[in-house]
Structure formats: structure tokens, C-alpha cells
């Protein structure tokens, strides 16, 4: 069994493929090592192992005659709690909804589940998916498997943990701020934040290009393997396109050498990152030149991109919350109730001056990209932080401001409407992973996957997880996770 939960996803697939093991041995080898790990980490509160079951049998009765590619065969996988199961409970990381059970399911789950996917369970999230440490009212703490006294970050951070201590082979992730990218940097894991469209979504404003839905795996060769299964074109998102099928498998499986990287380790607008961060940034640019790469400190122009970002996820909050503020303002967390406050607050005059402000962000950053390849820079401004701090208010003695300052990195590049794969960059001196964004022109997924192939060899962070959860008191740092150079 734990052999099993070891391999790739990709790896897995395989063996359900050609019959070498079924559906339900897969199945319960995850069960085994949920029951195993997720007393010390709090991934997955809510399993429905039950239904998977139904699931896998019914795969193993009647499997598909001529499937793509692409298709699961039955392999478990875990869905982030903002996402609706059909069947089981989803709270959104709320009391308010701690006993909603989902009439039906949302449209990437549809997919998933109709390309062959097997829902194991619902990952733990903050609540309402705001923040980057994942703990709620409902759940508790959500803790990273590399050492449980940090947080995996959030808002998908259930579903990193998962993931990182070997409970499932792929799981979902959405991202407004940074939420598949921070649980991506801090659990050692690649994740994929697509162009908008990319993957179906449907919301409530239609047209925002902010919120995404995307993947998050061990590995880039997965994580194309999953986008494979949700994007596309679908008639409940007008933001979506047809994809040739195949084609992020297929960059993925070939690896390709940038013509020109960017590299930068601010953006231009980061106060301060840790000096852990910095080295291991520094690192990353004396491998990628020892390779042959031409790379050039540059970024784009994203002074204002910050204010945008605020001031139309602010729109968004109110959008999303001012019914629950009217009725339900007693049971929401302060960070919850001071965003969608911010939106209500603002003037029509600040609304359309942050959009068209994002026009001609967006137009300066593809223009930056005729020129480059690649923008890469680090994720978050520290390695994982411990989770009992709900943000990080001062690093390096630098006051960073509310909640969002310390994700400045990644709220920016939302911001610009890239596409951005998350990847590993190395670990700390005390063995805390960090990780990078590799940033490309919007709709550049399987070039991303391509490049970001090639990253991973040349960085030498070929996956190095699953891990079992690493307690303070016992950990002593394996020599794999020790950084390559001082």
C-alpha cells in the first residue's frame, strides 16, 4: 500500500491502464495513509470514501471503451472545500455552512469525475478560501507535512498537505491571490495557476479574470496530466476555449531550454524578502546560467498592479459577501468581514479608474513578454511560517500591512492575468521548502509545462514527495532536503 502511494500520478494511471492494480487497491491504499497521516496534518476533514468506492466499481464494471489519453482510470484524488461534490458536505471553511451538504457538482469536478477521477475527500481551506494560512472554525489547523509546527499556506492548503505526505495522486486548487502557488512554495509541490478560461469556473461575475481554477501535483509531468482533465471549452463559462487535446502532456513530456529569462527577486515592489529566500533565488540563477540559459535581471512595470489587485478583489468580496455580511456578519472571521468592507467602501470613480488602470497593466506585461520567455521570481517573501501566525505583519523589521502584504508577489501577478507555474526551488537551511513562480504571456500553459520540464531538471528538484509528516521534536533534516550549495 505504501508502495502504491509513493508513485506519480502519472505512474499510477499507468498501472490502472494496463490492469496491474485496480481502482480499489488504489483507493485503499489512500485511505490507509489518510487514516496513517492525517491525524498530525488535518488535510482532509471530510472523506467520502464510500461513494469513491461506488465510483471504482462502477469504473471497474464498465470501463471506457476507447479512452483519451488523458483519462484516470480510477485514481483518487481530492477536492478543495470551496469546490461542490455532489453528495457531501461542503463548508467553504465556514460555520455558517458546516452542514451544507452539495446538491450537485461543480463543473471541474464534473469533468474530473467524468475523466475518470475518484473523489476521495474534501481538503481543508480558510474560510470563504481568504488567507494564506489554512485553518477555520469548523476544521481547526491545517499543518505542512515538512514540519508540523508551520503552516502548508493557503487557501489551498489542505490539499498541499494531501498531497505532500503521499495521501492522493492529484488535487484541485483555485487561485485569486496566490492560492495554489503559496501551498505550492511551502509543501515542495508544483501547481498550475492558469490564463483565465483555461479551466471552466463558474462564478457570479463572469468575466473577472482574477479567480482560477487549477492543479496541483507532485510533479510537473502531473500537473499537465490533471490540466489535461479540466480544461476546455464549456457553455457556463464565457471565458473559456477549445484546447487541442494532448497538448500539455505533451509539453510536458518534452522539455524545453527558455530563449530569454527574466529573473527578478522583488518584482520591483516587494520590500524585503528573507535572506534564505534571496540565496536560494541566487542559487536558482547561477544553475539556470551553468545550463546555458541567457537570463537578464528585468521585470515589467507592475508599480500599480498591488492597488489594482486590492481594489477589484474588493469589488469581487462584495460581490461574493455582502448578503452573508447582512445576515451572517456575527459568524465571520475579521479578515473576511474587513475585505468585503474595503469593496462596499469604495467609490464608482476608484472602481473604473483600478479598471482601466488594469488595461494598460495587462498591455505593458505583454509587451515585456515579446521579449522574454520567461519572468521568474519567488513565490512568497519567506519560507513557511509557523501556524499560529495568521500573515506575517513585519519581516526583515519591514512593516508589510494587513493580510495581503506579505503575498505581494503573487497578488501582483494575478494582477497581470499570466498564466504562472508554481515549481520548487530548493529548501532552507532547517529543510522548509520554497518555491518560485515561472510566469509566461497569457494562454503559454503547455509552453510553461515545457520550460517548466526543463526547470526541473536543471534545478535538481525533481520531486521529493511523498514525505511522512516531519514532527519538531524528531526531525532531523534528510540529506535530500538538504540545500545544494551554501
Given at each position: 500500500m505504501d508502495d502504491l502511494c509513493r508513485?506519480?500520478?502519472t505512474a499510477a494511471v499507468d498501472l490502472l491502464r494496463r490492469r496491474e492494480v485496480s481502482p480499489l487497491e488504489l483507493l485503499d491504499a489512500a485511505a490507509?495513509?489518510?487514516a496513517e497521516t492525517d491525524?498530525?496534518?488535518n488535510a482532509i476533514?471530510?472523506?467520502c470514501l464510500e461513494r469513491a468506492r461506488d465510483q471504482a466499481k462502477a469504473l471497474m464494471r464498465s470501463p471506457p471503451a476507447d479512452p483519451p489519453d488523458h483519462f484516470l482510470h480510477g485514481l483518487p484524488i481530492v477536492v478543495k472545500d470551496n469546490l461542490e461534490v455532489k453528495g457531501v458536505r461542503c463548508t467553504f471553511g465556514s460555520p455558517i455552512f458546516a452542514d451544507h451538504v452539495s446538491p450537485e457538482s461543480d463543473v471541474v469536478v464534473q469533468r474530473l469525475e467524468s475523466n475518470g477521477a475518484v473523489v476521495v475527500g474534501k481538503s481543508n481551506i480558510p474560510e470563504f478560501a481568504a488567507g494564506g494560512n489554512t485553518f477555520n472554525d469548523v476544521f481547526g489547523i491545517t499543518r505542512n507535512p515538512w514540519n508540523t509546527d508551520f503552516t502548508p499556506g493557503g487557501s489551498s492548503g489542505g490539499t498541499a498537505a494531501a498531497l505532500a505526505a503521499g495521501q492522493v495522486w492529484l488535487g484541485t486548487g483555485n487561485d485569486f491571490g496566490g492560492s495554489i502557488r503559496t501551498p505550492a512554495s511551502f509543501c515542495s509541490l508544483v501547481g498550475l495557476r492558469p490564463t483565465a478560461g483555461t479551466v471552466p469556473r463558474v462564478q457570479k461575475q463572469p468575466y473577472s479574470p482574477f479567480n482560477v481554477e487549477g492543479p496541483l501535483a507532485r510533479s510537473v509531468t502531473d500537473c499537465a496530466l490533471m490540466l489535461e482533465c479540466e480544461a476546455g471549452r464549456h457553455p457556463l463559462d464565457p471565458l473559456?476555449?477549445?484546447i487541442v487535446p494532448g497538448s500539455f502532456m505533451r509539453a510536458a513530456a518534452n522539455p524545453h531550454r527558455p530563449k530569454l529569462t527574466a529573473l527578478s527577486l522583488d518584482l520591483g515592489i516587494a520590500p524585503t524578502v528573507t535572506s534564505e529566500v534571496a540565496r536560494l533565488f541566487g542559487l536558482l540563477g547561477d544553475r539556470l546560467a551553468g545550463a546555458g540559459c541567457d537570463v537578464e535581471a528585468a521585470c515589467p512595470d507592475l508599480r500599480d498592479a498591488v492597488s489594482i489587485f486590492r481594489t477589484l478583489r474588493g469589488v469581487a468580496f462584495v460581490g461574493n459577501m455582502r448578503t452573508l455580511l447582512e445576515k451572517e456578519r456575527h459568524r465571520l472571521k475579521p479578515d473576511v468581514i474587513a475585505n468585503a468592507e474595503f469593496g462596499l467602501g469604495l467609490t464608482i470613480n476608484e472602481v473604473v479608474s483600478a479598471e482601466l488602470a488594469h488595461g494598460d497593466l495587462v498591455r505593458r506585461v505583454a509587451r515585456f513578454f515579446e521579449r522574454f520567455d520567461v519572468l521568474i521570481c519567488p513565490t512568497v517573501l519567506c519560507p513557511p511560517v509557523r501556524v499560529e501566525e495568521r500573515y506575517v505583519p513585519v519581516l526583515n523589521g519591514v512593516e508589510l500591512g494587513d493580510y495581503l502584504g506579505w503575498l505581494v508577489m503573487t497578488c501582483a501577478i494575478s494582477a497581470t492575468g499570466c498564466p504562472v507555474l508554481a515549481l520548487p526551488?530548493?529548501?532552507?537551511?532547517?529543510?522548509?521548502?520554497?518555491g518560485v513562480q515561472v510566469i509566461g504571456?497569457?494562454?503559454s500553459e503547455a509552453r510553461l509545462l515545457a520550460i517548466g520540464?526543463?526547470?526541473e531538471q536543471v534545478l535538481d528538484v525533481s520531486p521529493r514527495t511523498p514525505i511522512e509528516p516531519r514532527h519538531p521534536a524528531k526531525i532531523a533534516m534528510p540529506d535530500s532536503a538538504r540545500p545544494a550549495a551554501s
Open positions: 508513485l506519480s500520478a490507509a495513509r489518510i491525524p498530525s496534518l476533514p471530510t472523506l473559456t476555449a477549445p526551488c530548493g529548501f532552507t537551511r532547517d529543510g522548509l521548502p520554497v504571456p497569457a494562454r520540464a526543463f526547470l
